[in-house]
C-alpha cells in the first residue's frame, strides 16, 4: 500500500511567553535540518525568522515567520510566532491554519503568563501540542519544576519522556526515556550518537520510565490492556499511545533542551514527527456555502475543490505576498481562484516555498500544504480562496478589538496623503491596527493592542516610507455598561405627515448582565405577535447600531440585555426600517435613562525585579491605581503580580528600567474592563 504524501507533512506552530526561546528554537531546528549552515542569534539580530529591521534592533519577535524545512523524510512548515502579548492577534492567525505546536518553556521560570494565554488559545483552537522545556543550561534551570508548573497551570497530564544528564552548565544531553538510552551533545552542539543510559542515572531513568508506562496506562486503554497481560509497556506501545494522547488532547509529552546551546533540538523534531498529527490525521475543515449558507466540510485531498485560507499578507521586495494555508484541493501557477470573501476572481502569479524572508519557486502546492503567493490583490488575513464552480467561506479566525489609540499627523503637511495611503496599507497588513478619524477632531487616530504595537507600527511608516510622523499621547479604549437597567421603556417612532409613512411603536427592558465581558443580548418577551418576526429583527438590529456609541462620551456599550417587551405596528406604515430606527433611538433614550457606568481596560502585570528593588515597585504600582495580587522571591528574583488599569501603564517600561538599573521586566496579559473613576470626557 502507498502511503499518502500527506501524512508525512508536519505544519507547526512554536508558542511561548516572550523570550522563551522560540526564535533561537526554530533558528537550531533550520540548523539541524540542513536548512541554514550557520547559527544565527537573536542578540546578534542574525536569526532567520526575525528578519524585519525593528525585531533585530528590538530583539524581539514582531511579525509571525513561517520556514520550512525536512526532517527524516518529512516536510516542516514552522511557524515561529512572537511572545509579546500585543502581538496575540500574531498568534491567534497562525494558529487559525497549524495542526500541531511546541510549547516552549524557560526551565527556570516555568510557566509563565503569556505561556498561559497561548496555551488558552491553542486550546480554543484544538491545536495538540508537545512541550519543550528550553534553557536547561541556565542557572537554576529544572525540569521537574517546570514539569510540575504545566501540570499545576496547564495540562493534568504533563509526561517527561526524557530525562535532563546534566544540569545548569553542566547540562550536555538527555535520557530518552523511550527508548532507553544516552543522547548527548558535544560543547560545538554536534550531536554524539546514542550511547548506554551513564551508570549513575540508571536507576532513575528504570523509575522514570516505569512511572511513564503508569501514567500512560492510566490515561489509554489500548496501553492499559498491555500493561495489564505482561505488567509494562513496550516502546512501540508507549510511542503509539503517546501519539493518540498527544493528538486527543490528552496528554503533553514534555521534552528539555538548550536551543542556544544546540542541545535536544533532534529529539524535538523526532517526537514532532513521532506524536503530532500530520493534515490527514485533523478533521475536516469547515465552512459555509457561498450561495445558500450551508455548512459543509473540506477533506484533506489534493483531488478535491480548492479551499484555501489567507492568514497573512505581507508587502515584500518580492510582491505583496499572501500566505495560504491550503485545506484542500490544488493551486497551480496561472490558476484563476475565486475569493470568496472579497466575491472576485484573482490570478495565481508565483507560488513560494518560504524561508522567512528567501523563497524557492514551486509550480504548485496541494492540500496540507502552507505557502506563500504573489499576485493576489483583494486576499487579506482571513479570507477564503476557492475553486470558482465550488465556491466557500471557511471561517476567518477572530480578530481582537484595539484597546490603545494615539493621534497620529505628518510632520510636513504635504505628507498627508501618503501618511494616509502608508497607513491604509498597514492595517491591511495587520487586522488588528484600526485607523480612523475622530469626527470631533478631524485627527487620524490609529488603534491597537498595545503601546509596543503601536510603537512598531508608526516606526515601520517612518522606516519603509521615510516618512516624518507627529504621534499624540497613548489612550485606552473605554466602554460603557449598565448599572441599573430600566423596564417598560416606550419609544415611537412615528412620521405620518403625508407621503410614505413610518410607523414603529417599541417597550423595552434594559439590564445589566453579570460582567462587562457578556456582551450583548436580545430577547423578544412579545405575546400574540403584536410585533411580528421580521420587526423583532429590526429591533435587535437598531439596538446593535445604537450600541456602538454609549451616552457617557460614545464609547462602545457592552455587558447588558435588551427585552423587547410589548410594541404595536401599522397597517401601511410599519417596515423593517422603522422598527430598525425605533430600537436605535428606543435603546439610546433608554441609555440616557439608565445609571450607565464607564469601563477601562485593565491588565494583569508581571514584574520580575531583584529583591532590593521591591519596595520601589510595589510603591509605583500603587500610585498607578494597581492591586497587588502576589509576590514570590526566589533566587534573588522577585516576581511582583499586580492588577493595574492599563491607562496607568503607558510609559511603565522606561520608568521600570531606571528604577531597577536596567535589571527588572515586566509582561502584561488582558484581564478585561472594570469600573474607571474617571467621569466622560474621556473620548
Ligand atoms: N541560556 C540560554 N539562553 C537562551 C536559550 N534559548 C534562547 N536563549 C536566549 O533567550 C533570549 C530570547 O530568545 P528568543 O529566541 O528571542 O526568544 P523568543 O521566545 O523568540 O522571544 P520573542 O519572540 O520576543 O517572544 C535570547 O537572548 C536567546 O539567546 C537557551 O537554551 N539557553
Ligand atoms: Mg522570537
Given at each position: 500500500?502507498?502511503?499518502?504524501?500527506?501524512?508525512?507533512?508536519?505544519?507547526l506552530?512554536?508558542?511561548?511567553?516572550?523570550?522563551?526561546?522560540?526564535?533561537?528554537?526554530?533558528?537550531?531546528?533550520?540548523?539541524?535540518?540542513?536548512?541554514?549552515?550557520?547559527?544565527?542569534?537573536?542578540?546578534?539580530?542574525?536569526?532567520?525568522?526575525?528578519?524585519?529591521?525593528?525585531?533585530r534592533?528590538?530583539?524581539?519577535?514582531?511579525?509571525?515567520?513561517?520556514?520550512?524545512?525536512?526532517?527524516?523524510?518529512?516536510?516542516?512548515?514552522?511557524?515561529?510566532?512572537?511572545?509579546?502579548?500585543?502581538?496575540?492577534?500574531?498568534?491567534?492567525?497562525?494558529?487559525?491554519?497549524?495542526?500541531?505546536?511546541?510549547?516552549?518553556?524557560?526551565?527556570?521560570?516555568?510557566?509563565?503568563?503569556?505561556?498561559?494565554?497561548?496555551?488558552?488559545?491553542?486550546d480554543?483552537?484544538g491545536?495538540?501540542?508537545?512541550?519543550?522545556?528550553?534553557?536547561?543550561?541556565?542557572?537554576?534551570?529544572?525540569?521537574?519544576?517546570?514539569?510540575?508548573?504545566?501540570?499545576?497551570?496547564?495540562?493534568?497530564?504533563?509526561?517527561?519522556?526524557?530525562?535532563?544528564?546534566?544540569?545548569?552548565?553542566?547540562?550536555?544531553?538527555?535520557?530518552?526515556?523511550?527508548?532507553?538510552?544516552?543522547?548527548?551533545w558535544?560543547?560545538?552542539?554536534?550531536?554524539?550518537d546514542?550511547?548506554?543510559?551513564?551508570?549513575?542515572l540508571?536507576?532513575?531513568?528504570?523509575?522514570?520510565?516505569?512511572?511513564?508506562?503508569?501514567?500512560?496506562?492510566?490515561?489509554h486503554?489500548?496501553?492499559?490492556?498491555?500493561?495489564?497481560?505482561?505488567?509494562?509497556?513496550?516502546?512501540?506501545?508507549?510511542?503509539?499511545?503517546?501519539?493518540?494522547?498527544?493528538?486527543?488532547?490528552?496528554?503533553?509529552?514534555?521534552?528539555?533542551?538548550?536551543?542556544?546551546?544546540?542541545?535536544?533540538?533532534?529529539?524535538?523534531?523526532?517526537?514532532?514527527?513521532?506524536?503530532?498529527p500530520?493534515?490527514?490525521?485533523?478533521?475536516?475543515?469547515?465552512?459555509?456555502?457561498?450561495?445558500?449558507?450551508?455548512?459543509?466540510?473540506?477533506?484533506?485531498?489534493?483531488?478535491?475543490?480548492?479551499?484555501?485560507?489567507?492568514?497573512?499578507?505581507?508587502?515584500?521586495?518580492?510582491?505583496r505576498?499572501?500566505?495560504?494555508?491550503?485545506?484542500?484541493?490544488?493551486?497551480e501557477?496561472?490558476?484563476?481562484?475565486w475569493?470568496?470573501?472579497?466575491?472576485?476572481?484573482?490570478?495565481?502569479?508565483?507560488?513560494?516555498?518560504?524561508?522567512?524572508?528567501?523563497?524557492?519557486?514551486?509550480?504548485?502546492?496541494?492540500?496540507?500544504?502552507?505557502?506563500?503567493v504573489?499576485?493576489?490583490k483583494?486576499?487579506?488575513?482571513?479570507?477564503?480562496?476557492?475553486?470558482?464552480?465550488?465556491?466557500?467561506?471557511?471561517?476567518?479566525?477572530?480578530?481582537?478589538?484595539?484597546?490603545?489609540?494615539?493621534?497620529?499627523?505628518?510632520?510636513?503637511?504635504?505628507?498627508?496623503?501618503?501618511?494616509?495611503s502608508?497607513?491604509?496599507?498597514?492595517?491591511?497588513?495587520?487586522?488588528?491596527?484600526?485607523?480612523?478619524?475622530?469626527?470631533?477632531?478631524?485627527?487620524?487616530?490609529?488603534?491597537?493592542?498595545?503601546?509596543?504595537?503601536?510603537?512598531?507600527?508608526?516606526?515601520?511608516?517612518?522606516?519603509?516610507?521615510?516618512?516624518?510622523?507627529?504621534v499624540?499621547?497613548?489612550r485606552?479604549?473605554?466602554?460603557?455598561?449598565?448599572?441599573?437597567?430600566?423596564s417598560?421603556?416606550?419609544?415611537?417612532?412615528?412620521?405620518?405627515?403625508?407621503?410614505?409613512?413610518?410607523?414603529?411603536?417599541?417597550?423595552?427592558?434594559?439590564?445589566?448582565?453579570?460582567?462587562?465581558?457578556?456582551?450583548?443580548?436580545?430577547?423578544?418577551?412579545?405575546?400574540?405577535?403584536?410585533?411580528?418576526?421580521?420587526?423583532?429583527?429590526?429591533?435587535e438590529?437598531g439596538?446593535?447600531?445604537?450600541?456602538?456609541?454609549?451616552?457617557?462620551?460614545?464609547h462602545?456599550?457592552?455587558?447588558?440585555?435588551?427585552?423587547?417587551?410589548?410594541?404595536?405596528?401599522?397597517?401601511?406604515?410599519?417596515?423593517?426600517?422603522?422598527?430598525?430606527?425605533?430600537?436605535?433611538?428606543?435603546?439610546?433614550?433608554?441609555?440616557?435613562?439608565?445609571?450607565?457606568?464607564?469601563?477601562?481596560?485593565?491588565?494583569?502585570?508581571?514584574?520580575?525585579?531583584p529583591?532590593?528593588?521591591v519596595?520601589?515597585?510595589?510603591?509605583?504600582?500603587?500610585?498607578?491605581?494597581?492591586?497587588?495580587?502576589?509576590?514570590?522571591?526566589?533566587?534573588?528574583?522577585?516576581?511582583?503580580?499586580?492588577?493595574?488599569p492599563?491607562?496607568?501603564l503607558?510609559?511603565?517600561?522606561?520608568?521600570?528600567?531606571?528604577?531597577?538599573?536596567?535589571?527588572?521586566?515586566?509582561?502584561?496579559?488582558?484581564?478585561?474592563?472594570?469600573?474607571?473613576?474617571?467621569?466622560?470626557?474621556t473620548?
Open positions: 500500500m502507498r502511503t499518502n504524501p500527506l501524512a508525512t507533512v508536519r505544519n506552530g512554536i508558542l511561548a511567553h516572550v523570550d522563551a526561546g522560540k526564535t533561537t528554537v526554530t533558528e537550531r531546528i533550520l540548523f539541524a535540518t540542513g536548512t541554514t549552515h550557520k547559527r544565527g542569534e537573536v542578540h546578534d539580530g542574525t536569526t532567520v525568522t526575525d528578519f524585519d529591521p525593528q525585531e534592533d528590538r530583539g524581539i519577535t514582531i511579525f509571525a515567520a513561517a520556514v520550512s524545512c525536512a526532517w527524516d523524510g518529512h516536510r516542516i512548515n514552522l511557524i515561529d510566532t512572537p511572545g509579546h502579548v500585543d502581538f496575540a492577534d500574531e498568534v491567534e492567525r497562525s494558529l487559525r491554519v497549524l495542526d500541531g505546536a511546541v510549547a516552549v518553556f524557560d526551565a527556570v521560570a516555568g510557566v509563565e503568563p503569556q505561556s498561559e494565554s497561548v496555551w488558552r488559545q491553542a480554543r483552537h491545536v495538540p501540542r508537545i512541550a519543550f522545556v528550553n534553557k536547561m543550561d541556565r542557572a537554576g534551570a529544572d525540569l521537574d519544576t517546570a514539569v510540575a508548573s504545566i501540570r499545576e497551570r496547564l495540562h493534568p497530564a504533563p509526561l517527561a519522556v526524557q530525562l535532563p544528564i546534566g544540569a545548569e552548565d553542566t547540562f550536555t544531553g538527555v535520557v530518552d526515556l523511550l527508548h532507553m538510552r544516552a543522547l548527548t558535544t560543547d560545538e552542539g554536534q550531536a554524539r546514542a550511547a548506554p543510559v551513564p551508570d549513575e540508571r536507576e532513575e531513568a528504570r523509575r522514570r520510565r516505569r512511572l511513564l508506562e503508569e501514567a500512560v496506562a492510566e490515561l486503554p489500548g496501553a492499559l490492556e498491555e500493561f495489564c497481560d505482561t505488567g509494562a509497556l513496550g516502546t512501540g506501545t508507549l510511542t503509539g499511545a503517546l501519539r493518540d494522547l498527544t493528538r486527543g488532547g490528552d496528554a503533553v509529552v514534555v521534552l528539555c533542551g538548550s536551543a542556544y546551546r544546540n542541545r535536544g533540538v533532534e529529539p524535538l523534531l523526532d517526537a514532532v514527527l513521532a506524536y503530532l500530520s493534515p490527514l490525521d485533523v478533521p475536516p475543515i469547515r465552512g459555509t456555502h457561498e450561495g445558500d449558507g450551508t455548512g459543509q466540510r473540506r477533506a484533506a485531498d489534493p483531488a478535491a475543490p480548492l479551499a484555501a485560507l489567507a492568514f497573512k499578507v505581507n508587502a515584500t521586495a518580492t510582491g505576498l499572501t500566505y495560504l494555508r491550503v485545506y484542500s484541493g490544488t493551486i501557477k496561472g490558476d484563476t481562484v475569493d470568496a470573501t472579497a466575491r472576485r476572481s484573482e490570478r495565481i502569479g508565483r507560488i513560494l516555498r518560504v524561508q522567512a524572508d528567501r523563497h524557492a519557486q514551486l509550480d504548485r502546492a496541494v492540500a496540507g500544504d502552507i505557502v506563500a504573489v499576485g493576489l483583494s486576499a487579506r488575513a482571513g479570507s477564503t480562496l476557492c475553486a470558482p464552480d465550488a465556491p466557500l467561506v471557511l471561517e476567518p479566525p477572530g480578530v481582537a478589538e484595539p484597546v490603545v489609540s494615539v493621534a497620529v499627523e505628518a510632520l510636513k503637511g504635504t505628507d498627508t496623503g501618503r501618511l494616509a502608508a497607513l491604509a496599507r498597514l492595517a491591511e497588513e495587520d487586522p488588528s491596527l484600526v485607523v480612523r478619524t475622530d469626527p470631533e477632531t478631524g485627527q487620524t487616530v490609529l488603534s491597537g493592542m498595545g503601546e509596543l504595537h503601536l510603537e512598531v507600527a508608526v516606526e515601520k511608516i517612518r522606516r519603509d516610507q521615510g516618512l516624518g510622523v507627529n499624540g499621547r497613548p485606552v479604549s473605554y466602554r460603557e455598561t449598565v448599572g441599573r437597567g430600566v417598560g421603556f416606550v419609544y415611537r417612532h412615528v412620521k405620518q405627515d403625508g407621503g410614505a409613512g413610518q410607523f414603529a411603536h417599541v417597550v423595552l427592558d434594559v439590564e445589566p448582565l453579570d460582567s462587562p465581558e457578556s456582551g450583548f443580548e436580545f430577547r423578544s418577551a412579545v405575546v400574540g405577535g403584536r410585533v411580528p418576526q421580521e420587526y423583532v429583527r429590526a429591533v438590529a439596538c446593535r447600531d445604537a450600541l456602538a456609541e454609549g451616552p457617557l462620551g460614545g462602545p456599550v457592552t455587558g447588558l440585555r435588551v427585552t423587547l417587551t410589548d410594541g404595536s405596528t401599522h397597517v401601511k406604515d410599519s417596515s423593517d426600517t422603522a422598527f430598525r430606527t425605533a430600537g436605535r433611538f428606543g435603546v439610546r433614550d433608554a441609555l440616557r435613562a439608565c445609571a450607565m457606568v464607564l469601563l477601562e481596560p485593565v491588565v494583569e502585570v508581571t514584574v520580575t525585579v529583591e532590593e528593588a519596595g520601589g515597585v510595589l510603591g509605583d504600582l500603587a500610585a498607578r491605581r494597581g492591586r497587588v495580587t502576589g509576590s514570590v522571591t526566589r533566587a534573588g528574583a522577585t516576581v511582583v503580580t499586580a492588577t493595574v492599563l491607562a496607568e503607558f510609559g511603565y517600561a522606561t520608568r521600570l528600567r531606571s528604577r531597577t538599573q536596567g535589571r527588572g521586566t515586566f509582561t502584561t496579559r488582558p484581564t478585561g474592563y472594570a469600573p474607571a473613576p474617571v467621569p466622560a470626557s473620548r
